[in-house]
């Protein structure tokens, strides 16, 4: 599929890698429409992409969302699931101080489960619906995974919701491929981004110290991978580790 084609939805578009997607969708001649629950933060988003207020862990929101961009862009047929946030903590710890045991809370730990894992299963309910109610063809979804989904401490709530979108991958491929809609998904390394941008840098330059490559990847770096995603045709039901050589 050649992307000045593609009528697409960016989740969690307005700032970060979901606006750097939407910058090069627009410049390769797609139309996009971005959703994302700072709506100050999509102002700055460049002429000619759609935009509106979305927080996809509410059903309706979603429902209404994916009818609007239809409309908007005269259909759909692409997804870049990319919304997500961070909750991290240990799911049991002691406390050095006092020795009193602390838990993740269950608020803690649904937070991200309603945005990173339910949120995206939303979205790819209703654009597949749309896509299959007016027979678009062909179709195309990405997902954003992240290298966390083998495993990594702190992030229970994180590690679960992105190993599910990974394999819900695989399912969704083989459910949707009678309807000409492959489906792919990106899992990034560190990458340099607003939700990392608070990092401690000794924390931080410990962390690049076990990057093969010597860095932690950039917005750019990203969508290398979801372009490939969007346009090889032969491309379905797999992820993609983009993440430097981390932890080999």
């Not at 979901?18 to 996009?32: D, I, N, T």
């Not at 759609?50 to 969302?65: G, Q, Y």
């Not at 862009?73 to 050095?96: E, H, P, Q, S």
């Not at 459910?175 to 401690?200: C, D, H, K, L």
Request: glycine share 12%; with cysteine.
């Amino acid at each position: 599929m050649q992307l000045k084609d593609l009528k697409i939805i960016v989740t969690g578009g307005a700032q970060g890698m979901g606006a750097h997607f939407a910058q090069r969708l627009l410049e390769a001649g797609a139309k996009v429409a971005v959703g994302d629950v700072n709506e100050a933060a999509m102002a700055a988003l460049p002429q000619g992409v759609f935009r509106r207020t979305l927080d996809v862990s509410k059903e309706d929101d979603v429902i209404a969302f994916v009818s609007w961009a239809n409309e908007q862009m005269g259909g759909l047929n692409g997804l870049v699931n990319n919304a997500g946030i961070l909750r991290d903590g240990l799911l049991v710890k002691k406390r050095k101080d006092t020795g009193a045991i602390e838990k993740m809370s269950l608020e803690q730990f649904n937070a991200v489960i309603a945005v990173n894992l339910t949120g995206a299963t939303l979205m790819v309910r209703e654009v597949v619906a749309k896509m299959a109610e007016s027979g678009q063809r062909p179709g195309v979804i990405v997902n954003m995974s992240s290298i966390a989904r083998h495993g990594n401490r702190g992030q229970s709530n994180y590690v679960s919701a992105k190993a599910a979108l990974a394999a819900n991958t695989v399912t969704w491929s083989r459910e949707f491929a009678p309807f000409g809609i492959r489906v792919g998904a990106v899992a990034p390394g560190m990458v340099e981004t607003p939700m990392t941008s608070g990092m401690n840098q000794k924390a931080l330059d410990a962390f690049t110290a076990s990057i093969l490559v010597g860095r932690i990847g950039k917005p750019e770096d990203i969508w290398l991978a979801v372009k490939f995603v969007l346009e090889c045709d032969y491309f379905t039901g797999r992820t993609i580790d983009v993440d430097g050589g981390l932890g080999f």
